[in-house]
């Protein structure tokens, strides 16, 4: 298996734009994270799902922010519109059996 | 969720043992302890985790106190390629999520 595959790798966008950062897990794993990190604050759970129903969407910082999970190979995290501190590196990850496994981030940066 | 503490940063020599501390003296009896590293520019991975028997795999050990309340990642020789941020965490059994803390970052001197 090739691992969490994030797209992009990089994203620089403008101020009040739509960023959509996307995420294969890998295949057979039953939950899906969406993770951000900052200088300041570290690695911040957003939500995360599990059997692509989503469980916990308490680390999601405001309603700009949305997530989905349309099937068991693809999740999106979608920021309208998108904000300077937005700016990031954010995670996705999947899990089986408690181990989870990142993918190598989108670093979002908003100008 | 119960939280656990681990110094900032630490320091070792290449081919050197490193042990790694985190307290978590909150722990209560179905907290698992979960073991996470960051290498630089690369998502985090997981190196080891146990409940209460120290565990062994091919990255590391994983040292339990008998009372449940600190525990030791060992690296039982370190090369450069170990530097990087670890964390220790706890996971509610049953429950999949993982709160990340600030971790200990390790610098391996050549």
């Known amino acids: 298996d090739a691992g969490v595959i994030q797209s992009p790798r990089h994203e620089v966008t403008e101020m009040g734009q739509e960023v959509t950062l996307r995420c294969k897990p890998i295949s057979g794993h039953d939950y899906l994270f969406w993770y951000r990190q900052t200088m300041m604050r570290g690695l911040e759970l957003l939500i995360y799902?599990?059997?692509?129903?989503?469980?916990?969407d308490s680390g999601m910082p405001e309603d700009r922010f949305s997530a989905k999970m349309p099937n068991a190979s693809f999740s999106t995290l979608k920021i309208q519109p998108s904000e300077p501190r937005d700016s990031a590196v954010y995670f996705c990850?999947?899990?089986?059996?408690?181990?989870?496994?990142f993918g190598q981030g989108t670093r979002l940066t908003v100008v | 969720d119960a939280k656990t503490t681990q110094p900032n940063s630490m320091e070792s020599n290449e081919e050197e043992p490193v042990h790694l501390p985190c307290n978590h003296s909150t722990i209560s009896g179905t907290d698992y302890i979960h073991w996470y590293r960051q290498l630089p520019s690369q998502g985090p991975e997981y190196v080891i985790h146990?409940?209460?028997s120290n565990v062994n795999n091919r990255m590391a050990s994983l040292a339990i106190a008998e009372d449940r309340k600190s525990s030791t990642l060992i690296l039982h020789r370190a090369t450069l390629r170990d530097a990087a941020v670890y964390y220790c965490?706890?996971?509610?059994?049953?429950?999949?999520?993982?709160?990340f803390g600030q971790g200990t970052r390790l610098t391996i001197n050549p």
């Open positions: 146990g409940l209460t």
């Open positions: 799902f599990n059997n692509n129903v989503p469980i916990d």
């Open positions: 965490i706890l996971r509610i059994q049953g429950a999949q999520k993982l709160v």
């Open positions: 990850a999947s899990s089986y059996r408690a181990r989870a496994f």
